[in-house]
């Protein structure tokens, strides 16, 4: 599976979007791009994942570059409880061999 | 009506000890895991289990043995604690073994002293 690059740390403004980015130069033409995100002391908790189009949900929303070698998960009003650290995981959509890395500590400040 | 529930959420014992980490989903589905989180944060896939079989075992002592009798249960059992098992464990569960939306436990933090 492919590898992502995600910077160690942001910030983010309460109430503006935060935008987090994800390199994954080698991905291949049937990985798909999954977000999780992990607030402190709790379980991982899926956000969204998409293939090569824009995708929106109740969370987020998930921007795929046309080549798909990176993309940005938009959280578009950040509040105190999106706090957390943010992993962005490329996968088949066959297996299910999670590893995740050391994803992008997000922290919104008031 | 948690979701996805683990028991106990914390565990203190002394190396050398036996313990187990049970662990319950109520969502009807039909994989369920088990992963590890280290000091460093990093979170490690141990198990896969698919309707109550083993598919996924990545290379973990067999000193930890999962145990599913059916499939809306996972325990983990683990003999002769170490020190280095000291991590916190997550139990998750997806809807079938291909799908990759996991939904996650709270976590067992579990100190070896």
């Known amino acids: 599976d492919a590898k992502t690059t995600q910077p160690p740390s942001m910030d983010c403004a309460e109430g503006r979007a935060a935008n987090l980015p994800c390199n994954h130069s080698?991905?291949?033409?049937?990985?798909?791009v999954y977000w999780y995100r992990q607030i402190h002391s709790q379980g991982p908790q899926y956000i969204i994942h998409?293939?090569?189009n824009n995708e929106t949900n109740e969370m987020a929303s998930l921007i795929i570059t046309e080549d798909r070698k990176s993309s940005t998960l938009i959280l578009p009003h950040a509040t105190l409880r999106d706090t957390a650290v943010y992993y962005c995981?490329?996968?088949?959509?066959?297996?299910?061999?999670?590893?995740f890395g050391t994803g992008t500590s997000l922290t919104v400040i008031p | 009506d948690t979701a996805v529930s683990q028991t106990p959420k914390y565990l203190v014992t002394q190396m050398g000890n036996d313990k187990s980490i049970k662990c319950e989903q109520n969502?009807?589905?039909?994989?369920m895991y088990w992963y590890k989180q280290d000091s460093k944060k990093f979170l490690k896939i141990m198990f896969s289990?698919?309707?109550?079989?083993?598919?996924i075992n990545e290379t973990v002592p067999n000193r930890f043995s999962p145990k599913s009798p059916d499939k809306a249960h996972l325990n983990l059992h683990i003999n002769s604690l170490e020190l280095g098992d000291s991590a916190v464990y997550f139990c998750?569960?997806?809807?079938?073994?291909?799908?990759?939306?996991?939904?996650f436990g709270a976590g067992s933090r579990l100190t070896v002293l």
């Open positions: 998750a569960s997806s809807q079938d073994v291909g799908a990759n939306v996991l939904t």
């Open positions: 080698t991905i291949s033409g049937n990985e798909y």
């Open positions: 998409g293939l090569k």
């Open positions: 995981i490329v996968l088949r959509n066959t297996g299910n061999q999670f590893y």
């Open positions: 969502l009807g589905h039909d994989t």
């Open positions: 289990y698919n309707n109550k079989e083993l598919i």
